[in-house]
T-cell receptor, first 112, second 112 residues
């Protein structure tokens, strides 16, 4: 158990819908990262937050947005969902810059 | 964009044998990290090696780093069936905004 929690574990929805994925980082970790992993693919970095502020942006679509709240939990919002958005979405946290990251169990999103 | 490239893409060996995976990267780095992912699960941080280190051990894992060749290797000795997983390398570039740059991973299968 990494100490990072993600909810929900599974999400099935239809095209055009909007969903919110939630992440609670390890206690004390200020950095939160979001990743997308499509079937049998590597990780695609989406976005990073540090202590409530956006720090880095990767290949995140305009239909996706995220935020980190004062209690350090984070949410990833995916809107106007398309079939191709079906993937595993991982959240990770780290205690410091450039250190190893601790991954949550992921949310499996299926768009029908 | 991906910086790390793992080699081979897939590796299948007998239990008890050693497994070696390689990672190459393109720019100067602060550190390089190796992660393991069991199918459909979150990634687990294995080991972090800094740019001024050449070798690091953790249990049956041995990681080497050659900054002149911009490459790293992960050796798993006396492999076990439970080592079956995908292994990813990730780098923190020297001039980065602290996000990890991920490779595509090596799929390792240990045959009993």
């Amino acid at each position: 158990d990494s100490g990072v929690t993600q909810t929900p574990k599974h999400l099935i929805t239809a095209t055009g819908q909007r969903v919110t994925l939630r992440c609670s980082p390890r206690s004390g970790d200020l950095s939160v990262y979001w990743y997308q992993q499509s079937l049998d693919q590597g990780l695609q970095f989406l976005i990073q937050y540090y202590n409530g502020e956006e720090r880095a942006k990767g290949n995140i679509l305009e239909r996706f947005s995220a935020q980190q709240f004062p209690d350090l939990h984070s949410e990833l919002n995916l809107s106007s969902l398309e079939l191709g958005d079906s993937a595993l979405y991982f959240c990770a946290s780290s205690p410091a810059y450039r250190s190893g990251q601790f991954f949550g169990p992921g949310t499996r999103l299926t768009v029908l | 964009s991906q910086q790390g490239e793992e080699d081979p893409q897939a590796l299948s060996i007998q239990e008890g044998e050693n497994a070696t995976m390689n990672c190459s990267y393109k720019t100067s780095i602060n550190n390089l990290q190796w992660y393991r992912q069991n199918s459909g699960r979150g990634l687990v941080h294995l080991i972090l090696i800094r740019s001024n280190e050449r070798e690091k051990h953790s249990g049956r894992l041995r990681v080497t780093l050659d900054t002149s060749k911009k490459s790293s290797s992960l050796l798993i000795t006396a492999s076990r069936a439970a080592d079956t997983a995908s292994y990813f390398c990730a780098t923190v570039p020297m001039d980065s905004n602290y996000q990890l740059i991920w490779g595509a991973g090596t799929k390792l299968i240990i045959k009993p």
